[in-house]
């Protein structure tokens, strides 16, 4: 099984609808993110967290919000979609400062 | 303020050509850490590298090497003798103390292309 794992892999919903975007990770790592990848801007940090009642917006947080469900859950919602939130979105887990970041396969969402 | 700038957004070679990616990045901190991944066609994200600001030496593997000057706050990447396999997108990132140093930033991507 992956280290990180996001579900779903590949979405599409309308304009205006309510989406949920988990993640969960078995790397017993504290910190969390969230990053929204576009071509040309790279991946842009959204949310981070550091445990379940630690949350900080990123660079982009606007239009989004995220949950801490516990240790290893960290879910990214678009409460009402608009079409220039499609992109790449990848979670991310890693153990501290000092340490590498182990990304999630992405999820490819598309907003119509 | 964190920032990290990869201003080369598209470079193509020839295979066995050598190429370096460039990263320049911005900190307020004397301790932080720099980072590189790959990200293949196939779209994950590959770790590559690791280093800390106190640690100003070269490193080399295989075909890849590394150069970090704090004079220029750069933190550059050579592929030697390029392969059609190198073709991907990498990123640079920086991560440094401001909020417990929770933040890990990304530059905006190189895409290198390898033609045979």
């Known amino acids: 099984d992956a280290d990180v794992t996001q579900t779903p892999r590949n979405r599409i919903t309308k304009t205006g609808k309510r989406i949920m975007l988990e993640c969960s990770q078995t790397k017993g790592h504290d910190r969390m993110y969230w990053y929204r990848q576009d071509p040309g801007l790279g991946l842009q940090l959204i949310y981070y967290s550091f445990d379940v009642k630690d949350i900080n917006k990123g660079e982009i947080s606007d239009g989004y919000s995220v949950s801490r469900q516990a240790q290893a859950k960290f879910s990214l919602s678009l409460e009402s979609a608009i079409p220039n939130q499609t992109a790449l979105y990848f979670c991310?887990?890693?153990?501290?400062?000092?340490?590498?970041?182990?990304f999630g396969q992405g999820t490819r969402l598309t907003v119509v | 303020a964190q920032k990290v700038t990869q201003a080369q957004t598209e470079i193509s070679v020839v295979e066995k050509e050598d190429v370096t990616l460039d990263c320049v990045y911005e900190?307020?901190?004397?301790?932080?850490?720099l980072f590189w991944y790959k990200q293949p066609p196939s779209g994950e994200l590959v770790f590559l590298i690791r280093r800390n600001s106190f640690d100003e030496q070269n490193e080399i593997s295989g075909r890849y090497s590394w150069n970090f000057q704090k004079s220029t706050s750069s933190f550059n990447f050579t592929i030697t003798a390029s392969q059609v396999v190198d073709s991907a997108v990498y990123f640079c990132a920086l991560s440094d103390s401001y909020n417990q140093g929770g933040k890990l930033i990304f530059g905006q991507g190189t895409e290198l292309s390898v033609k045979p």
């Open positions: 991310a887990t890693r153990e501290g400062q000092n340490t590498e970041a182990f």
């Open positions: 900190t307020r901190d004397t301790t932080y850490y």
